[in-house]
């Protein structure tokens, strides 16, 4: 929709205070670009400001198109945290997207999450590997891409436990640092 500013009212007088309100546009097509077609329609439109009174808006003189510019909409994608034993494969819990326009899915993205496991956020820490220490890492998805998205990632939480092992009489539970008894 468009929401007038920028409208030019031919006719009015100098010093006046006057725009135009209520005016929709639809798009040629859904897609990013510049300079595209709007196609307007005038049936809500309405005069505003403190000399509207002195006007009536002529159906007559209505332009049926313009151009404007669709810019890329914002989606964020953020790692879902997950769980894993000592020495388990890294592993991710998919991610969760916000921000799609209305109707649309993971469907209008190029490519897959890609994931890296690391102790910091940014990636410049150790990189998960089966048999790395318990403690928490980082989930970092990159990899998508869209002609009609600014993509921004959010990182996730990887923990990794200690590892249980049964044993006839109890449990034992394995981490970086041996073996505990219980």
Known sequence: TTDGS??????KMSGDVLSINGV????????VGTG????LKYSNAYLD?????????????????ATGNITK????????????????DADNNGVTYSGFVSGEGESVLDNTPVYEYNTKADGSGDDYMAGSPVGVYYIIPSGLSSNNYA?????GVLTVEAKNIDYAGGTI??????????
Do not use: M, P, R
């Open 6 to 11: 920028g409208a030019t009212l031919s006719g």
């Open 73 to 88: 909409a914002t989606l964020t994608v953020t790692a879902n945290a997950n769980t894993i034993s000592y020495g388990d």
């Open 173 to 182: 539970t394995q981490d970086e640092n041996g073996y505990n008894v219980s």
């Open 36 to 39: 595209k077609t709007v196609t």
């Open 24 to 31: 929709t546009g639809t798009f040629s097509d859904k897609n």
């Open 151 to 155: 993509i921004t990632y959010k990182t």
């Open 49 to 65: 400001g403190a000399s509207a009174d002195n006007y009536e808006l002529d159906a007559s003189g209505n332009q049926a198109t």
